[in-house]
């Protein structure tokens, strides 16, 4: 009998559901990604909610905070489906069928994979027939130098071979189950999905005390005006946070709308991992933006060039008439000095920069050539 089931368990499956739903990806057309999120959907449909529940309150303070955990996680899922909903209203796809996407995989992807393997075979063959393991086909020569050659990758190509080998059974297997994906009968996909969050969000609201839950600006305004029930337990601290946000927004300096959107942060937030103190993506944003929702974002030790480096290519694409007030406030944010700011941040593009400075460098600039792109 398997052991009982807590919130620890549930909160694995929902971080990598946020990964999923990530911007670049909720709006794509690619059916391995929405086979995934059905996956995903599928055990979290499959929870015994009350059971869960149980075993997290015998946890004690960790259960609590694993209980903070999971709220906050299917708060920030579903509003952001909402969210994505209200701008891609093709998200359950309805000029393509799930049949024409699975017959685009076949070709692309299954078929592809089928004519790498036998390339690989043939070679692998060959080195079989230098070596005298196997006969020479009627219809084949090979002139001494191939011979040697083959004879001699024999063994690069036999690894070569079960690599690719094992590689076209997994794409194999896949194509099996995105056959049988596409015979069920279920509603829309990405609905489906925010109502079962909802519905883990409303379980843990009534069960755990309420915390705070941290999204940024635009997903806390979706979250109050489309996810919370009117007479849940949460309503009176987050009007309480909002009126003192309300209070204090001279002396953060907090800015309203926003500056940089979620997919350019969101791609920014995986190359940064190293350089901030584990923020939360809505915590990277919100600062970079300066919503003033969280406490500032701290850098790591050894890492304020790097930080110094990303707010200069952000200050780039800072709209003209707000350039100097942002610049000045995001330095003061990050608690970095100008004078050593106005030195540094040009060091990584040096010729005495570090490799991993160097690195660090292109990523960034290579997401900013990709967001420059889009917009």
């Known amino acids: 009998m398997p052991p009982p089931m807590t919130f620890r368990d549930v909160v694995p499956v929902l971080e990598k559901l946020r990964q999923e739903i990530k911007f670049p990806q909720i709006a794509k057309s690619d059916l391995l990604c929405r086979k995934e999120i059905a996956e995903i959907y599928k055990k979290l449909y499959s929870i015994d909610l009350e059971s869960v529940v149980i075993e997290t309150h015998a946890l004690g303070e960790v259960g609590r905070i694993l209980a903070d955990t999971v709220r906050n996680l299917c708060a920030e899922i579903a509003c952001r489906i909402h ?38 075979a043939q070679l692998y063959q060959g080195s079989l027939i230098a070596r005298g393991k196997m006969p020479m086909p009627p219809d084949c020569t090979m002139n001494d130098v191939n011979r040697e050659l083959f004879a001699y990758h024999l063994d690069e190509h036999r690894e070569r071979w079960l690599k690719r080998k094992r590689k076209f059974l997994e794409s194999l297997q896949k194509s099996i189950e995105f056959d049988e994906f596409l015979n069920e009968e279920m509603p829309p996909l990405y609905s489906r999905l925010r109502d079962v969050c909802i519905k883990l969000f409303n379980k843990v609201e009534r069960y755990f005390p309420p915390c ?76 970079l933006n300066l919503h003033g929702k969280h406490e500032p974002i701290k850098i790591r030790p050894k890492q304020t060039i790097k930080a110094c480096y990303l707010v200069s290519k952000l200050y780039e694409i800072v709209p003209a008439k707000h350039k100097t007030a942002w610049r000045e406030d995001i330095l003061n944010h990050l608690g970095i000095e100008w004078s050593y700011y106005e030195k540094k941040y040009c060091h990584p593009r040096g010729s005495d920069a570090s490799a991993s400075s160097r690195a660090y460098a292109d990523e960034v600039d290579e997401i900013f050539k990709n967001h420059k792109k889009r917009a």
């Open 212 to 287: 705070e839950i941290k999204l940024h600006n635009k997903l806390g305004q979706t979250f109050e005006k489309n996810m919370m029930l009117r007479s849940g337990s949460f309503l009176t601290p987050l009007q309480e946070k909002n009126e003192q946000t309300n209070l204090d927004k001279q002396d953060n300096k907090c800015w309203e709308g926003e500056l940089f959107p979620m997919i350019l942060i969101s791609e920014l937030y995986e190359v940064c991992n190293d350089v901030f103190d584990n923020p939360t993506e809505t915590q990277f944003h919100s600062s």
């Open 83 to 120: 969210t994505f909903y209200d701008t891609f209203r093709e998200l359950d796809k309805k000029d393509r069928s799930k049949r024409d996407d699975f017959d685009e995989y076949e070709i692309k992807r299954l078929f592809n994979e089928f004519e790498l393997l036998k390339i690989d």
